[in-house]
């Protein structure tokens, strides 16, 4: 009988592949410079001062070749059990 995954789960083992990933490309850059190639999305901080109150949101993610190839290997791991 195949066990349920709960999308908690399957969040976090998506995260940890990309990070995974993406410390792999950095590593292997200078020997293998495809898996770091890569696109940056997201956008900068924007300020909004209440006089009280100053919130300060941004957002940025850099992905990389090596992160995809992670998740993927994730999706596919994740499949299989």
Not at 50 to 72: A, Q, R, T, Y
């Amino acid at each position: 009988m195949k066990k349920s995954t709960n999308g908690f789960t399957i969040l976090l083992v998506l995260l940890i592949a990309l990070v995974l990933g993406g410390i792999i490309g950095d590593v292997f850059s200078s020997t293998v410079p495809v898996l770091s190639y890569g696109k940056t999305i997201g956008f900068d901080a924007v300020t909004i001062d209440l006089s009280i109150l100053k919130l300060v949101l941004g957002f940025k993610m850099h992905i990389n070749l090596s992160g995809i190839i992670g998740i993927v290997l994730a999706l596919f791991i994740l499949k299989r059990f």
